[in-house]
């Protein structure tokens, strides 16, 4: 069983198009991550959820926003995408929200966008 | 606010040979310590952590890692290297208080050579 799932793992998409990339965990963590992985490698947070509110909100743009329909799914919908979009965007949960708790990531999704 | 810096972006040993990718934090108090792997086309693993119970910190896979306060580092060690070791390494820092976030370093990639 996958603990950390993401679909899709591909995204290749036009500038200015919407889309939506969704996450599940089945862990029965309380808290869940997005992260931004650029073309260096260099990984950053950009949101995360714990029971479903949202308590870290890094200065991502207001085309990004996350959607948490329950504690085991987080969704990230991205509008009008733009070229420096494109990235490897990670999925990942945590049983609670400490500073000393693991996080579970998931495969990733490779975004592109022409 | 804390950081950490990983020296050497590239690192390259022969198999059999010492692993050692260095990471140094900055925080006001000891924070949290993680080391995590990263093997091509995949999410990040968990090698270990350092949550302050002991300062010699041993992980998955033969890798082990020790926090030295006075120096302000939690190096990354393995005695012999396996071609299977062949990965980015990231070493991440979070906090005990406020908002509990992974920072992560920028990441080292490990080759090993036959």
């Known amino acids: 069983d996958t603990a950390v799932s993401q679909t899709p793992k591909y995204l290749v998409t036009q500038m200015g198009n919407d889309k939506s990339i969704k996450c599940e965990q089945n862990l029965g963590h309380d808290t869940m991550y997005w992260y931004k992985q650029d073309s260096k490698k260099f990984l950053k947070i950009m949101f995360s959820y714990n029971n479903k509110e949202l308590i870290i909100n890094e200065t991502v743009p207001n085309r990004f926003s996350p959607k948490s329909p329950d504690k085991a799914h987080l969704n990230l919908h991205i509008n009008s995408l733009e070229l420096g979009d494109s990235a490897v965007y990670f999925c990942?949960?945590?049983?609670?929200?400490?500073?000393?708790?693991?996080?579970?990531f998931g495969p990733g999704t490779r975004l592109t966008v022409l | 606010a804390q950081s950490v810096t990983q020296l050497g972006s590239h690192v390259s040993v022969s198999e059999g040979a010492l692993v050692l990718l260095r990471c140094n934090y900055s925080s006001s108090v000891p924070p949290y310590l993680f080391w995590y792997v990263q093997y091509p086309n995949q999410g990040l693993q968990l090698l270990l952590k350092y949550t302050s119970a002991a300062t010699l910190v041993k992980g998955i896979n033969g890798f082990e890692a020790e926090f030295k306060k006075s120096e302000t580092s939690f190096h990354l060690t393995k005695p012999s290297a396996h071609m299977s070791d062949a990965a980015e390494y990231f070493c991440a820092v979070s906090g005990r208080s406020g908002t509990y976030k992974y920072i992560f370093g920028t990441g080292t990639r490990l080759k090993v050579l036959a």
């Open positions: 990942a949960s945590s049983q609670g929200y400490s500073g000393s708790d693991t996080q579970y």
